[in-house]
């Protein structure tokens, strides 16, 4: 006994582990004791279902107790439905391979032909049966989910008139002396109807205790006890272990802290349920209408748990730092206890709404609860938005600083305030179904916001996390997939937003979902507002565009991965230039890009004919607006195939644009001037305009100097010491030579020109700066001036006119 005290702790995490493996057991072994059934018998099956919808749902019309509930009667439809749906679709390859085989063997001899060999007819007979059979079950199998989606239609349209004429219905209000007397008159009956239904729980928990059924009784309420009341410290250890091991520090890890208390609290609970329902029909001692009862009350206290831990795990009132919800520590405190409260309301709603059903309560009794819940539930929430209230005015009396309020729960505020008028009014006028309605859409739409508002911040704090240029699988993106951090946060963002987006679409259906909806309708009614649709002959469905955006991000992915390795490993062993180089890769990329967006056009379904039509519309707004975008897209091609002028050349246009090419697009070229700016050019002007490309090919740099001199200087010493000065630079060419010549002579100087060639046009500049500062200190050293000295004649004029001696001035 003292060895097992340091374990008890652990108990909780074995039980939960032993509540998720045995009921999959459980499900594993039925799955493979049932044998797979033939597509006729899975038609027969679907058949004799929508048969006993279409027979229950004419009894509901014709107003006949008993009958089924028109939700479970849609559900069953949909079932069937999506059942023949997916037998037709895995049909479709079956006729595909017989087609196949059939094409083989080629057509039948004509009359008149030699027969073909015995076998071979035998073998076209037996692939025309199966053909026709298969033909057959795939035109039964549409045939039966076209009657099962007209059945949904109309079970639709009879559960809105039937909920519109519920809503608009008015009772006695409960202010009035006849609702009282109602509720007098049919109090014996619910009464008598109510002691049956505790007289068959007794009797159910009577046969629980049991010898036979007490110790496994016993076992799952000790189980379930334990569960509730110590995986709490277990579960809490355990995520905070996980988290400090693998998830960063920032809010991340806060979003996915609140998730885990949202969901252990639900699962906990959940399951602690579940074991309470093994343990009260563990040998079968409840018959299927008490069965049926207790699963139904196991989802309620598993939806009423999710309430309430997806509430406490929003408001964090003990960790501020944890907190999702903007609200101060004042107001999380004040609203600490309301989750769990909104969550006993809504397991108190489900409760009795299921006893009624089950008993069949008047319709006075029924109303009058609605009333009551309805008040309670509305009451709860009025108290929670002044309790709100008076905690943000209690802040600003302390002189906290309050988070700022987003407009979203100044809308949600006003939408709930008007919900709650709306109730307490209708309750008090006799409209009690419809507040009834009201105060159950508040919970429902309360839930469904509350898990859009956490799984929205959870899709971004992991978005971020992950892309995060300095987290570490950014850096690891960065260095494997040479992604750019701006690259990087602009994923984050995109894949944020469309997360969001799709998020919204999904609570916006859950809300606006039928009154009364099952989880199964729910998430039917999710499906179909991403399917069933198409764009012209392209249908649309979720999985397809998911695929589709899997395989060309993926592929852009590959592409990408190639071209470094391309670049970085494979063509720096090759004889290309760099300008070669870049063309390739450029190529590669168009080619690959049209490669990948066929890949994601055909994940997506795309069939020839849509390709067609897309071609059609684009050949369209060619015609009309795009000649010039085509024009520079064919130009580009061209530069990159022909290469007339390639990366890194430097090129002069007739548009008095001179610089060094720096990248070639798709529709536009990038020139970089020498004052470092950039040019955006055309293609088309590269091709159809006059093009001077200084660096074309091999090309030499040629240095040609004029230099005036006086006439009187030697000119063949100054031809030599000019040609010293080419031959002595060691960047110009020996073959040509350096060349000096007397380019003109005039009254005033002589001028020499000078000319050599450097390896590339780009040394010229250099070069010819350096021969000039040489020509320079050998013409000094040399005493060769390069002008004349001016002389100046000053006469001095006598009294009468006349000249007087001149003296020559020589300016200093």
């Keep these: 006994m003292p060895n097992l005290i340091p374990r008890l702790p652990a108990l909780p995490a074995i039980l939960l582990a032993l509540a998720l493996v045995v009921p999959s057991a459980y499900a594993k072994a039925a799955d493979t004791a049932v044998p797979a059934a033939t597509p006729a018998q899975t038609l027969q099956q679907l058949g004799d279902q929508l048969a006993e919808v279409k027979s229950a749902l004419d009894k509901a019309q014709q107003g006949k107790p008993g009958g089924t509930p028109l939700a479970d009667l849609r559900t069953r439809?949909?079932?069937?439905?999506?059942?023949?749906?997916?037998?037709?679709?895995?049909?479709?390859?079956?006729?595909?391979?017989?087609?196949?085989?059939?094409?083989?063997?080629?057509?039948?001899?004509?009359?008149?032909?030699?027969?073909?060999?015995?076998?071979?007819?035998?073998?076209?007979?037996q692939l025309d049966k199966a053909q026709a059979n298969l033909n057959a079950q795939i035109v039964q199998a549409k045939s039966l989910s076209l009657d099962a989606q007209q059945l949904v239609g109309q079970i639709t349209g009879l559960r809105n008139d039937q909920f519109q004429a519920r809503l608009a219905e008015r009772t006695g209000t409960p202010l009035g002396r006849a609702f009282w007397a109602d509720q007098a008159h049919a109090f014996p009956g619910d009464a008598a109807r109510?002691?049956?239904?505790?007289?068959?729980?007794?009797?159910?928990?009577?046969?629980?205790?049991?010898?036979?059924?007490?110790?496994?009784?016993?076992?799952?309420?000790?189980?379930?006890?334990?569960?509730?009341?110590?995986?709490?410290?277990?579960?809490?250890?355990?995520?905070?272990?996980?988290?400090?091991?693998?998830?960063?520090?920032?809010?991340?890890?806060?979003?996915?802290?609140?998730?885990?208390?949202?969901?252990?609290?639900?699962?906990?609970?959940?399951?602690?349920?579940?074991?309470?329902?093994?343990?009260?029909?563990?040998?079968?001692?409840?018959?299927?209408?008490?069965?049926?009862?207790?699963?139904?009350m196991m989802h309620v206290v598993t939806f009423s748990a999710l309430m309430?831990?997806?509430?406490?795990?929003?408001?964090?009132?003990?960790?501020?730092?944890?907190?999702?919800?903007?609200?101060?520590?004042?107001?999380?405190?004040?609203?600490?206890?309301?989750?769990?409260?909104?969550?006993?309301?809504?397991?108190?709603?489900?409760?009795?709404?299921?006893?009624?059903?089950?008993?069949?309560?008047?319709?006075?009794?029924?109303?009058?609860?609605?009333?009551?819940?309805a008040l309670l539930i509305s009451g709860l929430i009025g108290s929670l938005l002044l309790r709100l209230r008076h905690a943000r005015r209690e802040a600003d009396a302390l002189g906290d600083e309050l988070p700022r309020?987003?407009?979203?729960?100044?809308?949600?505020?006003?939408?709930?305030?008007?919900?709650?008028?709306?109730?307490?009014?209708?309750?008090?006028?006799?409209?009690?179904?419809?507040?009834?309605?009201?105060?159950a859409q508040m919970l429902w739409a309360g839930l469904v916001l509350a898990c859009l508002y956490l799984l929205m911040q959870l899709a971004r704090d992991l978005f971020d996390t992950l892309f995060s240029p300095q987290g570490r699988s950014g850096q690891q993106l960065q260095a494997g997939f040479d992604i750019s951090?701006?690259?990087?946060?602009?994923?984050?963002?995109?894949?944020?937003?469309?997360?969001?987006?799709?998020?919204?679409?999904?609570?916006?259906?859950?809300?606006?979902?039928?009154?009364?909806?099952?989880?199964?309708?729910?998430?039917?009614?999710?499906?179909?507002?991403?399917?069933?649709?198409?764009?012209?002959?392209?249908p649309i469905s979720p999985g397809a565009i998911l695929g589709a955006i899997a395989v060309f991000v993926l592929g852009l992915l590959a592409l990408r991965a190639l071209k470094n390795?391309?670049?970085?490993?494979?063509?720096?062993?090759?004889?290309?230039?760099?300008?070669?180089?870049?063309?390739?890769?450029?190529?590669?990329?168009?080619?690959?890009?049209?490669?990948?967006?066929?890949?994601?056009?055909?994940?997506m379904n795309v069939s020839l004919q849509s390709i067609t039509w897309i071609a059609s519309a684009l050949s369209v707004g060619i015609g009309f607006g795009l000649q010039a975008v085509v024009q520079n897209f064919i130009s580009g091609l061209i530069l990159l195939?022909?290469?007339?002028?390639?990366?890194?050349?430097?090129?002069?246009?007739?548009?008095?644009?001179?610089?060094?090419?720096?990248?070639?697009?798709?529709?536009?070229?990038?020139?970089?001037?020498?004052?470092?700016?950039?040019?955006?050019?055309?293609?088309?002007?590269?091709?159809?305009?006059?093009?001077?490309?200084?660096?074309?090919?091999?090309?030499?740099?040629?240095?040609?100097?004029?230099?005036?001199?006086?006439?009187?200087?030697?000119?063949?010493?100054?031809?030599?010491?000019?040609?010293?000065?080419?031959?002595a630079h060691p960047a110009t060419l020996a073959n040509p030579a350096p060349l000096v010549r007397l380019d003109n002579i005039n009254a005033s100087s002589m001028t020499f020109s000078m000319t050599a060639y450097v390896r590339s046009p780009r040394d010229v500049g250099a070069v010819k700066s350096d021969i000039l500062f040489d020509i320079l200190a050998r013409l000094r050293a040399a005493s060769l001036p390069l002008s004349t000295p001016t002389s100046m004649v000053v006469r001095n004029l006598g009294p009468l006119g006349e000249d007087s001696p001149a003296a020559p001035f020589q300016p200093s």
């Design 77 to 125: 439809a949909l079932q069937v439905q999506d059942q023949a749906q997916q037998l037709s679709d895995g049909l479709a390859p079956q006729m595909s391979a017989l087609q196949a085989q059939i094409t083989v063997l080629g057509p039948a001899p004509a009359k008149g032909a030699p027969p073909e060999a015995p076998e071979v007819a035998a073998q076209r007979r």
């Design 194 to 296: 109510l002691h049956r239904f505790v007289a068959s729980w007794a009797e159910g928990w009577s046969d629980a205790w049991q010898p036979p059924n007490r110790m496994p009784f016993l076992f799952c309420l000790f189980a379930a006890v334990a569960l509730v009341a110590g995986s709490g410290p277990v579960l809490r250890r355990l995520w905070r272990a996980v988290a400090t091991r693998w998830l960063p520090d920032g809010h991340l890890r806060r979003s996915a802290t609140a998730m885990f208390t949202a969901l252990s609290t639900t699962l906990v609970i959940g399951f602690a349920a579940k074991l309470l329902q093994l343990g009260i029909d563990w040998n079968g001692t409840l018959d299927a209408e008490l069965d049926a009862l207790a699963t139904s």
């Design 308 to 373: 309430a831990g997806l509430g406490s795990a929003l408001l964090s009132s003990r960790h501020a730092s944890w907190r999702l919800l903007p609200l101060s520590d004042i107001a999380a405190q004040r609203l600490q206890r309301f989750p769990w409260l909104l969550g006993g309301a809504a397991l108190l709603t489900g409760a009795i709404e299921r006893v009624i059903r089950n008993t069949g309560a008047s319709l006075p009794a029924t109303v009058l609860w609605h009333a009551l819940l």
């Design 405 to 439: 309020r987003p407009l979203w729960m100044g809308l949600v505020s006003f939408a709930v305030v008007l919900g709650v008028a709306v109730c307490w009014l209708a309750v008090f006028t006799g409209f009690i179904a419809l507040a009834f309605f009201v105060a």
């Design 485 to 538: 951090p701006e690259t990087l946060e602009q994923a984050s963002a995109v894949l944020t937003g469309v997360t969001r987006v799709l998020l919204a679409l999904v609570a916006l259906a859950m809300v606006l979902s039928p009154y009364d909806a099952g989880p199964g309708e729910l998430a039917q009614r999710a499906a179909q507002l991403f399917s069933g649709h198409s764009l012209g002959q392209l």
């Design 565 to 603: 390795w391309l670049r970085d490993q494979l063509l720096p062993t090759t004889s290309m230039d760099v300008g070669m180089r870049d063309s390739v890769l450029t190529l590669l990329g168009y080619l690959g890009g049209v490669i990948v967006f066929a890949l994601s056009l055909a994940e």
């Design 641 to 727: 195939v022909e290469r007339p002028v390639k990366v890194g050349d430097w090129v002069s246009l007739s548009s008095d644009v001179e610089g060094d090419i720096r990248r070639i697009n798709v529709r536009a070229t990038e020139i970089q001037l020498w004052d470092r700016s950039t040019v955006i050019v055309p293609n088309s002007q590269l091709i159809t305009q006059n093009v001077r490309n200084v660096t074309h090919g091999s090309a030499q740099g040629r240095v040609r100097i004029l230099l005036p001199m006086p006439l009187d200087t030697d000119a063949d010493q100054a031809r030599q010491l000019m040609l010293e000065a080419l031959q």
